[in-house]
């Protein structure tokens, strides 16, 4: 049966979303058919951690044995922090991120450097002359870095300006770069500049990242891992 369901008035939207949800679910009480209501952010927030623990997982496979890893705060790189812990990859980890040290502390199999440096909150992250001095005297096999996003020019940008130079200087001292970014930081607002995707070997992402973009970047010979 088809019918109109009456709406009262409400000069908000959320509770115009409210009373037309009410309405519908009173229409259908008459009817054989059933409404099923859902929250959206709440699905976007699934897909968000989805897409990050599929980078992370990726990225883990990354990780090779008897290695220098550098990795930058982040939530990807959080979570890969907490799957390495997990298994008996022997390698050395040099972080300035305060979120990835206290995943990997109690490791027995990862030996783990903090960069020192200034926490600036509310960041978890170590930065300043301090921690770039001490990095500019590392050398990394791979750093795994997680940009705050990818500008659609295919530049690495970072949110805290603070932050810029610390993450230059983990690309200068690394052989390789290992890019982890989500579907959700393509094209996500301008940040400070960090580098050019040129600069990268490779860039781990969710299979949600649009085949454009994958193919622009392949492009600009970069490996893409999904």
Not at 30 to 37: A, E, H, K, L
Request: aromatic content about 4%; proline content about 4%.
């Amino acid at each position: 049966p088809v019918g109109v369901a009456h709406v009262p008035a409400d000069t908000s939207e959320q509770g115009w979303s409210v009373r037309v949800e009410e309405a519908l679910v009173r229409r259908a009480s008459s009817t054989r058919f059933q409404i099923q209501s859902f929250d959206r952010s709440q699905v976007e927030a699934g897909q968000l951690r989805d897409a990050r623990l599929s980078v992370a997982r990726r990225a883990l496979e990354r990780v090779e044995p008897h290695t220098v890893i550098l990795m930058n705060d982040g939530e990807i790189t959080t979570i890969l922090a907490d799957l390495l812990a997990e298994t008996e990859i022997r390698a050395t980890v040099i972080t300035n991120s305060t979120r990835v040290f206290d995943k990997l502390a109690h490791s027995s199999s990862i030996q783990l450097i903090s960069t020192g440096g200034e926490l600036r909150r509310p960041y978890p992250a170590l930065v300043g002359w301090l921690a770039e001095a001490a990095v500019n005297e590392l050398r990394a096999d791979n750093l795994f870095l997680e940009p705050a996003t990818i500008s659609p020019e295919f530049k690495l940008c970072c949110a805290n300006i603070a932050e810029a130079p610390m993450l230059q200087a983990m690309m200068r001292t690394s052989r390789r770069i290992t890019v982890l970014c989500d579907q959700f930081r393509f094209d996500a607002g301008s940040g400070t500049q960090i580098g050019p995707i040129e600069a990268v070997s490779t860039l781990i992402t969710d299979a949600g990242t649009p085949a454009s973009a994958r193919l622009s970047i392949r492009e600009r010979g970069v490996e893409v891992i999904t």
